[in-house]
Nanobody, 122 residues
Framework: QVRLVESGGGLVRPGGSLRLSCAASESIVSVDNLAWYRQAPGKQRELVAHITSGGQTTYADSVKGRFTISGDIAANTVHLQMNSLKPEDTATYYC????????????????WGQGTLVTVPS
């Protein structure tokens, strides 16, 4: 199967922390970048953080200083450390790569994970 698998979501109090992880299936040989998106109920999906194979990172303004993306692009894994969580961070978080290279296809694919729910009650 060609997939990204997220883990680490859950319920956390405001001000708390969570660490999300994402791992690629073995059929994905390499990726050029990895990112975390989120989608809150009734809202559009938005980019949270992005990391390139060169280690460059970008963040949404709403999470700068609170969230940190890290990972081993060569190992096709990425994490999102989320600190000082707020109720507005409540959403389903998705792992994504827009350039995945594999054993079973030519060129590249964009792949989304199934999502992991993060809930920060108000």
């Amino acid at each position: 199967q060609v997939r990204l698998v997220e883990s680490g979501g859950g319920l956390v109090r405001p001000g708390g922390s969570l660490r999300l992880s994402c791992a690629a299936s073995e059929s994905i040989v390499s990726v050029d970048n990895l990112a975390w998106y989120r989608q809150a109920p009734g809202k559009q999906r938005e980019l949270v953080a992005h990391i390139t194979s060169g280690g460059q990172t970008t963040y949404a303004d709403s999470v700068k200083g609170r969230f940190t993306i890290s990972g081993d692009i060569a190992a096709n894994t990425v994490h999102l450390q989320m600190n000082s969580l707020k109720p507005e961070d409540t959403a389903t978080y998705y792992c994504n790569t827009d350039r995945a290279y594999g054993r079973n296809w030519s060129g590249y694919l964009e792949i989304w994970g199934q999502g992991t729910l993060v809930t920060v009650p108000s």
